[in-house]
């Protein structure tokens, strides 16, 4: 009934507990017999792996195509500097510089060019790596260091996601282009925030995110506290709901600190993921 779902984890800050909600909501998902793969988006920082503790069973580079400028060939028109969006190319006099890793690849500078002086060539940017934790497929992206842009990156990770499966994105953090790339043409997005005034602002930040995107979303509030209804109040406000709220508690740190995941290092945290599951597929079939 999952297959083929994609289901986003974000949130508006890092900190919040997404890659606990996602990596358990695999693991859970996985248990209960479904097809699934968790994929780490959050290509900066992943730290999936330190929780899932996945065999990698493979790794390939990705590349953006970024322009090469025959010199013999150019007149230093101006064509391609006037078109790119991003200053990435740019003509002085009678010379073109290229400035790669501000260029996002998409190739209108060589389309542009009336002489054919401008071609492309491949710079490395990232890998993609692949393999299983148990009964969970797993894929990771890693942004090389020093790299500025990751949504080339995240692309491929998302695009390496096996077939039919329920794929769970584990976000990067805020609400930027990376972010964007991650969570867009998912089924669903999970929002994790923490009932903090912080949580609760970037909270906002990323729903009018979701909505702008026009995906069906709701919240899941992490480190819950009995008493304090920030949250609840907040969402009652701007009409989403809030799938689950996940307690906290002292033993669940304590397992995350050690790289454990909280439904099988605290077995009582079983039930609120396994509710979480249902409740995602049942608001992603609305």
């Known amino acids: ?46 730290n999936g792996h330190l929780f899932l503790k996945p065999g990698l069973e493979r790794r ?3 590349y953006v195509p970024v322009p090469s400028v025959d010199v013999e060939k150019c007149t230093a028109c101006g064509a391609c500097r006037d078109i790119c969006q991003y200053s990435a190319i740019a003509a002085i006099g009678s010379e073109v ?11 209108g500078c060589r389309l542009v ?33 020093g790299e500025a842009m990751s949504p080339p990156l995240i692309k491929a990770v998302r695009s390496s996601v096996p077939e039919n499966s329920l794929a769970v994105v584990d976000a990067p953090p805020g609400t930027s282009c990376p972010v964007i ?32 995107l026009g995906i069906p979303h709701a919240v899941v509030v992490n480190r819950s506290v009995p008493g304090n209804s920030l949250a609840e109040d907040f969402c009652g406000q701007r009409g989403v709901r809030i799938l689950a709220e996940i307690p906290d508690d002292r033993r669940v740190a ?12 605290v077995p009582a945290f079983r039930e609120y993921f396994e509710d979480l599951l249902t409740s995602v597929e049942k608001e992603a079939r609305r």
């Open 1 to 46: 009934m999952t297959a083929g779902l994609t289901v986003a984890v974000a949130s508006g800050k890092g900190g919040t507990g997404k890659t606990t909600v996602s990596a358990n909501l695999a693991c859970v998902a996985a248990e209960a017999g479904k097809k699934v793969c968790y994929v780490d988006c959050d290509v900066e920082e992943p």
């Open 60 to 62: 390939r580079k990705v």
């Open 97 to 107: 510089i290229t400035f790669e890793k501000m260029c996002h690849g998409c190739g």
């Open 113 to 145: 060019c009336p002489s054919g002086a401008i071609t492309e060539r491949g710079r490395e940017v990232g890998a993609v790596e692949e393999g299983r934790a148990g009964r969970v497929a797993f894929v990771q992206g890693r942004l090389n260091v």
């Open 181 to 212: 790339t991650a969570v867009r043409g998912a089924d669903f997005v999970i929002l994790v925030t923490e009932p903090t005034p912080f949580g609760i602002n970037d909270l906002g930040l990323a729903i009018d995110m979701v909505k702008e």
């Open 254 to 265: 304590e397992a995350y600190s050690r790289g454990e995941l909280a439904y099988s290092a």
